[in-house]
């Protein structure tokens, strides 16, 4: 095993060297070494000044958050950072890679900090449902002021060194590869200098200006509340950085503790953590590894200009890749083309984009509507029409052209990969890349993986999604795959209420409120009732609505009528509609309170998540959760379907699921899987 900890001394400065691979994690070991290297140092006679800097690719990355929710081993990181703080001899943290969390804490409690132009600090604690435990929300805004501090702290958006030199986060940068020279050189030159050690719990000017204007935090709460609805941690830290404000550094501290302790034993917290471990876990597939071969992609083809096709090309031209798009007619091409501008214009006026970017993106676009355009393209991926005949004859056409060694994609959400495949002579060479609407913002990709794909297939596309900025998560062919698959249930759900006479309003409340951004009904309206009921043999509300030309909010409104300003209120017609198809179903009219809709929607989630486990479709639990959380947005604090099931107790969900069964029917009679997990006492998300 190497050493944590190296110490040495030169021209008179300690270097406090910490190497814990991959991310320098403050876990014990590496808390305990920290204090044991500025120890040694500040008793070494030959040592003016102490610097600690990271080996491997980054300075710590914050706090070990395996070790949350376990008892915490002395020194705990308030501890070491004292030890810093409260060194006789200045200490000086050399930054490279990303000082994050506990880990800029740190930085924050060395008396002077230099780093190199690539490295980034930052405090992300939110993202884990938490706040920085260590100081930050007490430091922090000392250095940056308080409007700075809220706004950094809330969003957890790290900021690069140059940044950080100009507002004070560090005091000095270093050459990209030259930081331990630099970093001792400046130790020295501050020790010659007799500069002050800088203690940042000294400061106070930046919080001065503050006392007595608690507008500024009212009407960031306000500006922000859409943002945090539901999160638990952005209220938590607006509360201490009031503290740092309006009390001591000391009483602040206690105030920081109580409410990071509160946040480290909420429910959102262990729901928010277990994603970023699930999050971490869906790249790796057990069946690839690091020597598993990967194939070039350097030309794209998209097949199918619509809306889906449109937003697919936009990640590959975001990423400087040629977009080949292809599709029937010059109108529909020219049609496509015309909404990709339109979105990136709209990013543009956002400031997201400038003007010479959106035109190098639309310059790598080629339209075609003949397939020969793809004969170079080393990917293509299928996005037209849902239908079993139409993929098979797009895939017997791009077999005859693509060549050899080309990734033959579709981005089917349903139907059969391997049937699909067998239209061409080299299903090997055939994978299901996923997307989801809209497909240039939803981050995940579902990796489909047939009968027959080869590996390196899958290892590309699973690959290439980080290049895109997107989740893959793995699946195997089955109706729907992961995320649709399990999260249809909650629309059907939807329709059979709605049809028994619960307001759809009402069921969008109740989904809302649990944390969605919009309820079932608002969805369907936003996606459009025609793409909806296209292959609905029944007879439906949401095809009746169509044959209204009520298409949902690009036409006419949908279940709800939408003002200029997308308000939308609920829809008389729809109202007349669903008690329409009702009565001629003969349904009987259930009243349901909240928490039965709450658990007629969510429970069949759950349960479907179990088969779609007990089938194999998903490699494990938590990839059920991150393809729902990247997909349709299930409420992060929430930890997705399975970790949520968890956190309501088994065996409530398989009873309330046995009792819908008897009361409803078959389709909610629960799966072996869920019954055997609740009867053995044991956490489905861990499976
Ligand atoms: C905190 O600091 C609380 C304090 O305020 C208060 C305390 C009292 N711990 O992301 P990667 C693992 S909260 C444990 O793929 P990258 C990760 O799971 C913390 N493990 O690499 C993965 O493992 P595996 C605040 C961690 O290069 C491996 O390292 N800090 C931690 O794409 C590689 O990770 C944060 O929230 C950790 N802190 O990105 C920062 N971090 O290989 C969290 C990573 O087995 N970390 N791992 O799957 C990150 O944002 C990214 O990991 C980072 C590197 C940007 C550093």
């Keep these: 095993m190497t050493e944590i900890m190296k110490y040495e001394v030169e021209n008179g400065i300690a270097i406090v060297t910490l190497d814990s ?21 500040a008793s ?65 409690c060395c008396h002077h900090r230099i780093a190199v132009p690539s ?10 449902g938490l706040l920085p435990g260590a100081g930050g929300t007490q430091r922090l805004p000392r250095i940056i002021g308080v409007p700075a501090a809220l706004a950094l702290i809330t969003s957890g958006r790290p900021i690069g060194a140059m940044e950080a030199l100009e507002n004070g986060a560090v005091d000095a940068l270093a050459s990209e590869d030259a930081l331990r020279a630099d970093a001792i050189a400046f130790a020295r030159k501050l020790t010659d200098e007799s500069t002050p050690m800088a203690r940042v719990r000294e400061l106070d000017g930046k919080l001065a200006e503050w006392r007595g204007k608690p507008e500024v935090f009212d009407e960031f709460r ?37 409410l990071f302790v509160e946040l480290m034993q909420s429910t959102q917290s262990a729901a928010q953590r277990y994603v970023f ?13 690091k020597e598993t071969p990967m194939r070039p992609v350097k030309k794209v083809g998209v097949i199918g200009a619509g809306t889906m096709g449109g937003g697919i090309a936009m990640n590959f031209l975001n990423i400087g890749l040629p977009v080949t798009l292809i599709d029937q007619t010059q109108e529909a091409l020219e049609r496509g083309i015309g909404v990709i501008r339109r979105n990136y214009e709209n990013a543009a006026k956002k400031g997201r984009m400038s003007a010479g970017q959106v035109e190098a993106c639309m310059g790598l676009i080629t339209l075609a509507t003949d397939y020969q355009a793809l004969s170079d393209a080393d990917l293509v991926i299928e996005a037209v029409f849902e239908s079993m005949p139409v993929k098979k004859d797009v895939f017997a056409k791009i077999d005859a052209i693509a060549k050899d060694g080309a990734i033959l994609a579709t981005n089917t959400s349903y139907l059969d990969i391997d049937e699909i495949a067998s239209a061409t002579k080299r299903p090997q060479d055939v994978i299901g890349i996923h997307f989801f609407s809209p497909a240039n913002i939803m981050p995940l990709m579902e990796v489909v993986r047939g009968e027959k794909t080869s ?17 893959a998560v793995h699946a195997r062919v089955g109706y729907g795959f992961i995320a649709n698959r399990v999260m249809t249930v909650r629309g059907k759900q939807a329709n059979k209420l709605a049809l028994q006479g619960v307001s759809p309003a009402d069921i969008d409340r109740v989904m809302y409120d649990y944390g969605f951004a919009m309820g079932p009904f608002r969805m369907f309206d936003l996606i459009g009732l025609d793409v909806i009921g296209r292959d609905s043999k029944e007879k439906t509300a949401s095809g009746e609505l169509v044959r209204r030309d009520r298409l949902g909010q690009k036409k ?67 990839d059920i959760d991150i393809a729902c959380i990247k997909g349709y947005n299930w409420p992060i604090y929430r930890g997705g379907p399975m970790f949520w ?31 055997e997990m609740a009867f053995a006492g044991k956490r489905i998300s861990e499976m």
Excluded at 49 to 54: D, L
Excluded at 119 to 128: M, Q, T
Excluded at 589 to 602: K, T
Aim: charged fraction near 30%; charge should be negative.
């Design 21 to 41: 691979p991959p991310v320098n994690a403050l876990g014990y070991d590496v808390r305990r070494n920290i204090v044991e290297g500025v120890e040694k140092a």
């Design 44 to 108: 070494d006679a030959a040592a003016d000044a102490i610097v600690i800097i990271c080996a491997g690719r980054t300075f710590f990355a914050g706090a070990d958050i395996s070790e949350f929710g376990k008892p915490m081993r002395e020194p705990d990181l308030r501890a070491v950072l004292e030890v810093i703080e409260n060194a006789p001899k200045r200490v000086v943290a050399a930054i490279h890679g990303t000082a994050l969390g506990g880990g800029f804490e740190l930085a924050l």
């Design 119 to 128: 490295a980034k600090v930052g405090l992300p604690e939110v993202n884990l």
């Design 222 to 258: 306000k500006k922000n509340a859409k943002r945090f609805r539901g999160f638990k941690a952005p209220e938590n830290i607006i509360k201490c950085i009031e503290a740092a404000v309006a009390l001591s550094f000391d009483e602040g501290m206690k105030r920081e503790r109580e």
């Design 277 to 289: 471990f699930a999050e971490r876990q869906a790249a790796k597939v057990p069946d690839i590894s």
């Design 455 to 471: 590996l390196d297939i899958v290892n590309t596309a699973m690959q290439l999604a980080k290049k895109i900025r997107k989740t």
């Design 556 to 622: 006419n409104g949908g279940y709800y009528d939408y003002d200029e300003n997308r308000n939308a209120t609920l829809s008389p017609v729809a109202l007349d509609v669903i008690r329409e198809v009702a009565a001629e179903k003969g349904i009987e009219q259930v009243p349901a309170d909240d928490d039965e809709i709450l658990a007629r929607l969510l429970y069949p989630v759950v349960n479907e998540g179990a088969k779609v486990l007990e089938e194999g479709i998903a490699l494990r639990a938590s």
């Design 645 to 675: 099931a968890d956190t309501v107790g088994l065996d409530k969900i398989v009873s309330r699921l046995k009792e819908f069964e008897e009361r409803f029917g078959e389709e909610f009679k629960p799966a072996a899987l869920l019954v």
